[in-house]
């Protein structure tokens, strides 16, 4: 699955991301190729971003719900970071061995080594409906920090809230699926000077976001487009 050998070359091409990885490790081998980052400081990165300002916020207008949810989605978690941790060291070696033109039985033992790094991580991360919990956590609160700055003028929640969008934006795919497990307010009034104004807007593009039924890549790529539209709205208003 995650090596190819060639029958006419000496040494194995390979995949350098696995599959079936969590949605966090996924965005940090995205934000890695463009930074050159390290993997390992990158997903503990992603797993964290600006969320801490928006539960801070949240904590200001007294929603201390959605504030502790958050924080509980950001706490670490020795076991994940210590999976992680086993994966970049294999995936490290492996790589300097490659570029080294190790015999193949290194590389084979290096190979196991990383296949059985990520078989921990996957364990960890078993696709059932705790997957996205820390994602879902994230939806909720930008959507609480929207609702809340489309009601009330100087709300402490939209830049926070503009920014942690903006981030999931970068990779709007990857968040499709987090959003549409909500059922948002019906209807959502203001003031209507310009940021609570762009406030609901981005609210409602995300609203209309969570209605979309999970079938295929259409309403997939739909959601993701309305996700862009509500960062941009969001992060143009918070300026």
């Given at each position: 699955m995650l090596l190819t050998l060639?029958?006419?070359?000496?040494?194995?091409e390979r995949d350098p991301m696995p599959r079936n990885q969590s949605t966090a490790a996924q965005r940090a081998r995205?934000?890695?190729k463009p930074q050159d980052g390290k993997y390992t400081a990158l997903l503990r990165a992603e797993r964290k971003s600006p969320t801490v300002r928006l539960a801070a916020a949240l904590d200001a207008v007294e929603l201390t719900h959605e504030a502790h949810s958050l924080r509980a989605a950001l706490a670490p978690d020795p076991e994940w970071d210590a999976a992680t941790a086993a994966y970049e060291a294999a995936y490290e070696a492996e790589d300097r061995a490659l570029q080294a033109g190790a015999p193949r039985h290194v590389l084979d033992r290096l190979y196991e080594a990383r296949v059985k790094a990520t078989d921990r991580m996957d364990a960890l991360c078993r696709y059932d409906d705790s997957v996205y919990e820390g994602d879902r956590a994230v939806c909720r609160a930008v959507l609480m920090g929207l609702a809340h700055a489309g009601r009330n003028e100087e709300s402490p929640c939209l830049r926070?809230?503009?920014d942690v969008l903006a981030d999931c934006?970068?990779?709007?795919l990857a968040w499709a699926d987090g959003i549409r497990s909500f059922v948002p307010l019906l209807s959502l009034s203001g003031p209507t000077t310009p940021g609570p104004t762009a406030a609901r807007a981005a609210y409602r593009a995300l609203a209309e976001a969570t209605q979309l039924p999970f079938k295929g890549d259409e309403e997939w790529t739909r959601c993701a487009e309305l996700i862009e539209e509500a960062a941009a709205l969001a992060r143009a208003a918070s300026r």
């Open positions: 060639r029958v006419d070359a000496g040494s194995p995205q934000v890695q926070p809230a503009a934006a970068e990779m709007a």
